[in-house]
């Protein structure tokens, strides 16, 4: 009896062991987080937002085409100029996170945008609702 109960704990263990693991590969890799980010500013140089929006998680409800028009008019910058990534400065990634019920990726890059230095902060969730950029912080 009690080595029954031994073998059913073990068996138990280990299938929660392997839950896990599974559940750990479902996270966002860095590679993936890059070309997201690569493929949605140039969506943005190009003036397409109808496919930047495609690029957003589907929970954010931001307007990118506005956005991104208030940033130009405020800052006196043109996207449209090209945004080149000079470097990844932090990130920051969760294979869970329970505010969001995913895994989150943030990516922070030192970048050139019409010739002036600027520091984007993007967050990427996976999740149930879907994949994509969730927040993008700017600072020019």
């Not at 839950?19 to 590969?25: A, D, E, H, R």
């Not at 230095?117 to 993008?136: D, V």
Request: proline share 1%; with cysteine.
């Amino acid at each position: 009896m009690k080595k029954t109960l031994r073998n059913m704990m073990i068996v138990i263990v280990l299938l929660v062991f392997a839950f896990t693991l599974v559940s750990c590969g479902t996270g966002i890799k860095a590679a993936d987080a890059k070309d997201l980010i690569n493929e949605f500013f140039n969506a943005v140089v190009e003036e397409d937002y109808q496919k930047a929006k495609t690029l957003l998680h589907p929970e954010c409800s931001a307007d990118i085409e506005n956005f991104f028009l208030q940033v130009e008019k405020e800052k006196s910058v043109d996207f449209q100029r090209g945004i080149t990534i000079d470097k990844y400065t932090g990130f920051s990634t969760s294979l869970y996170d329970s505010s969001v019920g995913g895994s989150r990726y943030e990516l922070t890059m030192k970048t050139t945008v019409d010739g002036k230095s600027a520091e984007f902060t993007i967050e990427i969730i996976k999740n149930e609702a879907g994949y994509g950029i969730y927040h993008i912080g700017l600072k020019i």
